[in-house]
């Protein structure tokens, strides 16, 4: 198993960053992808859902491309605008049920 990571060590900077940026795209979507299905199953139905679930895909979209340009700070701060996206989906969810 040795051979996919020589691979991997021999890609340029930018293209190893391009990968660890794909990786963590499929971490943080499986936490929004949770959150969209709560809020859609508990029928929020709001502009700040909306803006919540689109902002998101904007988000993770700066934070490839900041990763791949290696802009750590701009990258940080579209990981947390994600996040937020998400935490705030959870919570009009959770408003949603409370009634």
Same mark, same amino acid.
């Given at each position: =198993?040795?051979? +996919?990571?020589? =691979?991997?060590?021999?890609? +340029? +900077?930018?293209?190893?960053?391009?990968?660890?940026?794909? #990786? @963590?795209?499929?971490?943080?979507?499986?936490?929004?992808?949770?959150?969209?299905?709560?809020?859609?199953?508990?029928?929020? @139905?709001?502009?700040?859902?909306?803006?919540?679930?689109?902002?998101?895909?904007?988000?993770?979209?700066?934070?490839?491309?900041?990763?791949?340009? @290696?802009?750590?700070?701009?990258?940080?701060?579209?990981?947390?605008?994600?996040?937020?996206?998400?935490?705030?989906?959870?919570? #009009?969810?959770?408003? #949603?049920?409370?009634?």
């Amino acid at each position: =198993m040795a051979a +996919p990571r020589a =691979m991997f060590d021999k890609l +340029p +900077p930018y293209a190893q960053r391009a990968t660890w940026a794909h #990786q @963590n795209s499929f971490e943080t979507f499986m936490v929004f992808s949770v959150a969209a299905l709560m809020a859609y199953v508990t029928g929020v @139905n709001s502009q700040t859902s909306a803006v919540a679930a689109i902002a998101f895909v904007i988000a993770r979209l700066l934070y490839s491309i900041f990763y791949i340009l @290696n802009i750590p700070i701009l990258r940080s701060l579209m990981f947390a605008v994600g996040g937020l996206c998400s935490l705030t989906l959870f919570i #009009q969810s959770l408003i #949603q049920v409370k009634g």
